[in-house]
């Protein structure tokens, strides 16, 4: 089924929402110290659902085929990356483990990070965004295969509900040889050293 998008608020009516908010949590928004927080929370969700508006296909697309024979896994690690819980609007913060095997070409390695960032940017759960990644990796590079790797921490775990402080979940996707190479999908493991 194709999802309907509506237009987008207006900056008035999103930080009209924002007022909204801060009445119903039980303060002022005509208070002084809150008087400017519509503005800035409006500015914050911009950054940080910023990737609504990139196409992690096209950071992806610019590859390298000089890659002197090289035939072994490239990965990434501990790339950072700050998302926000679809069901909550809690935080998600953790790191993104990516590696592949090329297929002749590679890519930069800043477009792996961008590419976390392209989906972390957006509402997600973190399974679907584990899933994201490597798929457009997988799609665009053609790869011999794609592995990746998320460990991160959920506000809503940590901020409300069971309240759990230092509990991370670990997520993987594993496509290509990674699925189907014990060896291949054990090498990347050992190399995240978590």
């Known amino acids: 089924m194709a999802r309907v998008h509506r237009l987008k608020p207006s900056k008035k009516q999103v930080e009209e929402a924002v007022r909204t908010l801060l009445s119903w949590a039980g303060d002022d928004p005509d208070r002084q110290g809150l008087r400017d927080t519509p503005g800035r929370v409006a500015r914050a969700y911009r ?24 035939d072994e896994i490239v990965a990434l690690r501990d790339i950072p990356f700050e998302s926000f819980c679809e069901h909550h609007l809690a ?30 940017k957006r509402l997600q759960i973190q399974e679907r965004l584990t899933t994201q990644i490597a798929d457009v990796i997988d799609k665009v590079l053609q790869p011999q295969g794609v592995a990746v790797v998320i460990k991160a921490t959920h506000g809503c775990m940590t901020t409300r509900g069971v309240h759990k402080h230092g509990v991370t979940l670990v997520t993987s996707r594993m496509v290509g040889v990674f699925r189907d190479n014990a060896s291949t999908r054990q090498e990347f493991m050992t190399s995240l050293d978590i």
Request: net charge negative; hydrophobic share 35%.
């Open 47 to 70: 950054e940080w659902f910023k990737g609504y508006g990139e196409d992690p296909e096209a950071l992806l697309r610019r590859t390298f085929d000089e890659t002197g024979g090289y």
């Open 91 to 120: 935080p998600i913060t953790g790191f993104a483990h990516v590696g592949y095997l090329p297929n002749g070409r590679v890519v930069g390695i800043s477009k792996l990070a961008r590419v976390v960032d392209a989906y972390a």
